[in-house]
């Protein structure tokens, strides 16, 4: 499989202190104010273990690797196997009107929305809203549990924003650049325009037991827990987009699928013209190295 890594627009140094912004637009869309919900049962075992096989029997000649920790294979509603199992629950549960990434972004330069994954390490504290595909808005991020070597969980927060996808990195000391997240690490999240901020960060101990070692505790002020939920083989973790959400720490590796829901909105127009992708000013060619 093809191995690559992000070409970064910006040196180490000046990255550790600044803020990454695609989008600066803290208000695109109104709606999503629904509580995170799990779905039991969403697949059945027999059905998650096709996945899986799909995934074992695939990865290796559909798949790509992203800074040697990204593992996935994208546009995973593109593949008979996947949408054969997985289309039709989504439809009964959301609706025949929804609209998956995975079906209106192959023009995209570089996949940004759906995709089975591998994780090897937590992913941090972020959002993940597809804000560019004009005519299409975002609704709801739906993760389904294949697999994981030993226990692990999932926080979704009571805090939303309602702009373009991004990491939320307050108090890290780290030279990120995502290809298509804006990243916070220095303008504070209020300032920002996440909502919901509380200062009193009542959960504080809560989550120094449980999120991932590596991540300072820093990165969660202001935050405040609104569910935590099993990475339970064959659920489905639903959320609107705007839910600031982050996996707590686990040890070896673990497999699923994310999907990011759209609905027609003819009215939804942020897309830009005139750069290498159409979210941002920043974003060049990954580098492919094998």
């Known amino acids: 499989m093809p191995s690559y890594k992000t070409d970064r627009p910006f040196a180490d140094r000046k990255l550790r202190n600044m803020d990454i912004t695609h989008n600066p637009n803290t208000t695109l869309f109104k709606d999503q104010n629904e509580p995170s919900y799990a779905i039991p049962d969403f697949i059945t075992d027999k059905e998650r273990l096709e996945l899986l096989d799909f995934w074992n029997d695939n990865f290796d000649t559909v798949g790509e690797i992203i800074n040697d920790h990204i593992y996935r294979i994208t546009y995973p509603m593109l593949f008979e196997k996947i949408s054969d199992i997985i289309r039709p629950k989504i439809y009964e549960h959301f609706g025949d009107d929804i609209v ?154 673990k497999i699923g699928l994310t999907l990011h829901l759209m609905k027609r909105d003819e009215s939804y127009k942020n897309s830009i013209s005139g750069y290498y992708t159409p979210w941002s000013r920043h974003t060049i060619p990954i580098k492919k190295l094998k």
């Open 100 to 253: 998956f990434y995975s079906d209106i972004a192959k023009n995209d330069p570089m996949s940004v929305g759906d995709q089975m994954f591998k994780a090897v390490q937590p992913y941090g504290l972020h959002t993940d809203s597809v804000t560019h595909l004009d005519g299409y808005r975002p609704y709801k991020d739906i993760i389904i549990p294949l697999l994981i070597d030993g226990p692990g969980t999932y926080v979704t927060f009571n805090q939303r924003y309602r702009g373009h996808a991004t990491m939320f990195m307050n108090g890290r000391d780290i030279s990120s650049y995502a290809n298509y997240h804006n990243i916070v690490k220095i303008q504070r999240y209020k300032d920002y325009g996440v909502e919901n901020i509380d200062e009193t960060n009542p959960d504080h101990d809560k989550l120094e037991m449980i999120m991932p070692r590596h991540i300072p505790l820093s990165v969660y002020d202001g935050l405040s827990i609104e569910s935590i939920f099993l990475w339970q083989h064959c659920n489905a973790i639903v959320q609107d987009t705007s839910v600031l959400h982050a996996p707590t720490e686990f040890k070896g590796s």
